[in-house]
């Protein structure tokens, strides 16, 4: 299947924008290492995403929370080195952008400079506009991210779905808005009824990206490491599983325990 992104060198926030126009749907997919963000970006994803989430994939945390500025920097340069073709975006991990500006825009220019990343995702919406609109306005592209923010789990008390009450749900509309006339180029829409992401996309000029919130937002994000299934106990609604890498790693790794213990591994064509 032929893509509008295909012949691109690199994509930028003007291609995105272009694709919301044509309709064409967005792929976006983690990656937290140089080896995943090669082989995403050459099989054609049109944006990798260093979530924070690399605080559960990568470090076994049960929250994002612990992810720091420095950690998330260490993620971002070792992707940015991988990537050629799609646009890398990093996300500012937990209370790096909380309601001072200059601190937060301190912080979003050493990210930049640090990891080379294209933009920045931040969680949170009105609390936060002032600092996003700083960041915006020194040159860095950001998209927003809206819905279930894991940064706020403790808040909830959970990663339940959210927005589906009247006042919730009109508190994100409002917040799109504001996302967009700070300047926003995107949003992530996480864990909202279909019908609201729906309405979402279509009263915004910002590209919208959906996970778990249906088919009618611009692109779809996923963490790589649930799509390839590399978490067994990890099976939400949302998510659909395009492999089974937890057997085929199981398997290899046993193949070579087998193999070391029979000698059979090295053999002479494998020794010097
Ligand atoms: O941290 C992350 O991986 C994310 C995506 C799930 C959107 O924010």
Do not use: W
């Amino acid at each position: 299947m032929s893509t509008y992104t295909e012949n691109i060198r690199k994509i930028t926030v003007r291609h995105l924008a272009e694709m919301k126009q044509l309709g064409e749907k967005i792929t976006m997919l983690t990656a937290y290492d140089y080896t995943m963000a090669s082989i995403i970006d050459q099989a054609g994803m049109d944006v990798v995403l260093i979530g924070d989430s690399a605080s559960n994939v990568m470090a076994g945390n049960l929250t994002t929370l612990p992810m720091t500025l420095d950690q998330m920097i260490y993620h971002g340069r070792s992707v940015v080195n991988g990537v050629k073709h799609a646009m890398v975006i990093v996300d500012m991990p937990f209370g790096t952008v909380s309601g001072n500006p200059m601190k937060s825009l301190e912080a979003a220019i050493r990210m930049i400079k640090e990891t080379g990343a294209d933009a920045l995702k931040i969680e949170g919406g009105e609390e936060i506009i002032e600092d996003i609109r700083k960041i915006v306005n020194a040159g860095i592209p950001v998209m927003g991210h809206l819905g279930l923010m894991p940064q706020s789990v403790n808040k909830y008390g959970g990663y339940a779905i959210r927005a589906k009450d009247t006042a919730e749900a009109d508190k994100l509309l409002r917040d799109v808005q504001l996302l967009q006339e700070a300047g926003c180029f995107g949003v992530v829409l996480e864990k909202i009824p279909a019908e609201l992401a729906k309405k979402a996309t279509a009263q915004t000029t910002m590209a919208t990206i959906g996970i778990g919130a249906g088919a009618d937002t611009d692109g779809q994000v996923l963490v790589v490491q649930d799509m390839l299934g590399m978490n067994k106990g990890f099976a939400p609604k949302f998510l659909r599983k395009y492999a089974d890498i937890h057997t085929v790693m199981t398997e290899a790794v046993q193949g070579y325990i087998k193999d070391v213990k029979a000698v059979d591994f090295p053999n002479k064509e494998e020794s010097y």
